[in-house]
């Protein structure tokens, strides 16, 4: 039911989940339906930013790019086509299919149906259990779970405040496309918001301040996709600090020093911000003033408090907050784990070619003292017939003679890298890998030939 002024009669509950966004709610749905109750807050939508804004909305966006993007192909392997891009079905299907108009109502009912009591409003810490909305004050008796998440943030570009900017939230709710955008922020956001533009014709420059874009990701990935973008007609400025931002006659212009940059709009993807500030951190015992919540393996930040997703800083993604609800769930009725554990974790950069990694990059494995063997190779056989060029690199625990990482620029980088995640995970050992069968010619096949080189760089016993 919901409860929006102490409606039930009680403001009692078992666990109170502050913040709904994917694990936010599938904590609250699971702990309901073991038979708690269950008090869940949120003051947006119920869902958080993956199903309106974030994940979904944006891989609607990049399927229909990328049809654009096959038919761009044809030339070069089939003959000739034409094409005229038309926005206005991806917004249809956004607006109707994912989104529901961002109308959280499904939502709201299968948290309803689950058996938790739903609040809309902005929840406050208060200590020993309780949690103040609007002016309602609700008690736990057995916990709180964090999960508030993050929202678009704008770095302190003089200008920059007093333009009418979008973030992606206004990209996923655009009807049509502009003549021209500048993306501030070479991150995943940006770059799968850039491609998938430039792809419906919009003349697009992407500057970033770090030296490559994707920077979190291998220095090899990041040359991958900047070919890439190249090839799509994407203006790349890297390692470039934005002096100003002015808007004038309906067009943006950013001072880099040396040059300007001018498009009719901007896009802003250059961060994101916890949302922290203001709840009571407090009066739990934590940081008012943190931009992460340390947990230990079990998710708890504090004496009865656990926190998941974005907010832990273990990694901005759904998946990770759902696999952190299930370590909350476990710990919340008393079960004996599995615990978290971060060695193997997946992230996948939707561009075309995918940027698909798992674990540590090469240099974060050297930064935790491991003596590192690396390689690298190109995507082989299937790669050459259809025309895709890409890459492989893996890095590898010399000592252990495991795998630590890897990445993959690719077509479907996201599901070959899964070998790999597996691999992490499970330590198996790299002479293991060797000697399975690879099927030809797939992409994956070409796994092969970088482990044969990480094995003899190991010695090839």
């Given at each position: 039911m919901t409860d929006t002024a102490g409606e039930t009669g009680s403001g009692e509950f078992d666990v109170i989940v502050l913040g709904l966004g994917p694990?936010?709610?599938?904590?609250?749905?699971?702990?309901?339906?073991?038979?708690?109750?269950?008090?869940?807050?949120?003051?947006?939508?119920?869902?958080?930013?993956?199903?309106?804004?974030?994940?979904?909305?944006?891989?609607?966006?990049?399927?229909?790019?990328q049809t654009l993007r096959e038919v761009g192909r044809v030339s070069t392997m089939a003959g000739s086509a034409t094409v005229s891009p038309d926005w206005a079905p991806v917004a249809a299907r956004i607006r109707d299919e994912a989104t529901d108009d961002w109308d959280d109502t499904a939502a709201v009912k299968r948290l309803e149906d689950a058996g938790a009591t739903f609040v809309r409003g902005r929840g406050v810490l208060g200590g020993?259990?309780?949690?103040?909305?609007?002016?309602?004050?609700?008690?736990?008796?057995?916990?709180?779970?964090?999960?508030?998440?993050?929202?678009?943030?704008?770095?302190?570009?003089?200008?920059?405040?007093?333009?009418?900017?979008?973030?992606?939230?206004?990209?996923?709710?655009?009807?049509?496309?502009?003549?021209?955008?500048?993306v501030l922020g070479g991150g995943a956001i940006g770059c799968e918001l850039a491609q998938v533009m430039a792809l419906f014709g919009v003349h697009v420059t992407v500057v970033e301040a770090a030296d490559r874009l994707v920077a979190l990701e291998e220095p090899e990935a990041s040359r991958a996709l900047e070919e890439a973008f190249a090839e799509t007609g994407i203006q790349v400025l890297t390692g470039v600090s934005v002096e100003s931002v002015s808007y004038a006659d309906g067009r943006f212009t950013l001072d880099l020093g040396e040059q300007d940059v001018s498009a009719e709009k901007l896009l802003v993807a250059a961060g994101r911000r916890p949302n922290l500030h203001g709840i009571g951190l407090e009066h739990v015992g934590l940081d008012p003033e943190a931009r992460v919540l340390e947990t230990d393996e079990r998710m708890r930040a504090a004496e009865g408090v656990w926190a998941v997703g974005d907010i832990v800083g273990k990694g901005a993604f759904t998946h990770v907050s759902m696999y952190q609800a299930a370590v909350v769930v476990n710990d919340v009725l008393g079960r004996d784990g599995p615990w978290a554990d971060y060695r193997a974790v997946s992230r996948v950069t939707f561009t075309a070619p995918e940027v698909a990694s798992v674990g540590l990059t090469e240099q974060a494995a050297r930064e935790a003292g491991l003596d590192v063997v690396a390689a690298t190779g190109d995507l082989g056989s299937r790669g050459w017939i259809a025309r895709e060029p890409g890459m492989i690199k893996l890095v590898a625990d010399r000592r252990r003679r495991v795998l630590v990482g890897g990445a993959v620029v690719a077509p479907a980088g996201g599901?070959?890298?899964?070998?790999?995640?597996?691999?992490?995970?499970?330590?198996?050992?790299?002479?293991?890998?060797?000697?399975?069968?690879?099927?030809?010619?797939?992409y994956h096949r070409a796994y092969e030939a970088v482990l044969k080189e990480l094995g003899a760089a190991l010695g090839g016993r």
């Open positions: 694990g936010g709610e599938h904590a609250a749905i699971k702990l309901a339906q073991a038979g708690l109750r269950v008090l869940g807050v949120e003051e947006r939508l119920v869902g958080g930013e993956c199903p309106y804004f974030g994940c979904v909305p944006s891989k609607m966006m990049i399927a229909a790019a020993d259990g309780r949690v103040t909305v609007g002016g309602t004050a609700y008690t736990a008796s057995r916990g709180i779970v964090l999960n508030t998440g993050t929202a678009p943030s704008a770095p302190p570009i003089p200008g920059l405040a007093d333009t009418p900017y979008w973030t992606n939230r206004d990209a996923v709710k655009l009807t049509e496309l502009p003549s021209s955008v500048i599901e070959i890298v899964s070998m790999l995640e597996l691999a992490v995970h499970a330590e198996v050992p790299i002479a293991t890998l060797l000697h399975q069968h690879f099927a030809y010619p797939t």
